[in-house]
């Protein structure tokens, strides 16, 4: 009887295009939050909840792990400031 172990390796060829959304470490929603903030910056809470069907408190809950990550800062004031994609 033999025994051994196999290895197998993938290889993986550079992104030619950058990626829209930060992939390391988000969930679906954060993604989905982010890749709205990409299209409009400036876009409110509010917007994002009704884009994407969820309460205004959850998208405030994600924008918080987000800031959190590193992912997003915001920029400006609070009512006419913008998110900025680390």
């Known amino acids: 009887m033999k025994s051994g172990f196999l290895v197998v390796?993938?290889?993986q060829t550079p992104q030619v295009t950058p990626q829209v959304t930060p992939q390391a470490g988000l969930t679906g929603?954060?993604?989905?939050i982010v890749k709205e903030?990409?299209?409009?910056?400036?876009i409110s809470r509010k917007e994002i909840?009704?884009?994407l069907k969820i309460s205004s408190?959850?998208?405030k809950e994600y924008l918080?792990?987000?800031k959190d990550k590193n992912?997003?800062?915001?920029?400006g004031k609070t009512s006419g400031g913008y998110?900025?994609?680390v």
């Not at 903030?37 to 400036?42: E, G, Q, S, V």
């Open 83 to 85: 998110w900025e994609v």
């Open 64 to 66: 918080r792990k987000l």
């Open 49 to 51: 909840a009704k884009e």
């Open 9 to 11: 390796f993938h290889r």
């Open 71 to 75: 992912v997003l800062v915001r920029k």
């Open 57 to 59: 408190d959850t998208v």
């Open 29 to 32: 929603l954060e993604a989905q």
């Open 37 to 42: 903030i990409l299209k409009n910056p400036r």
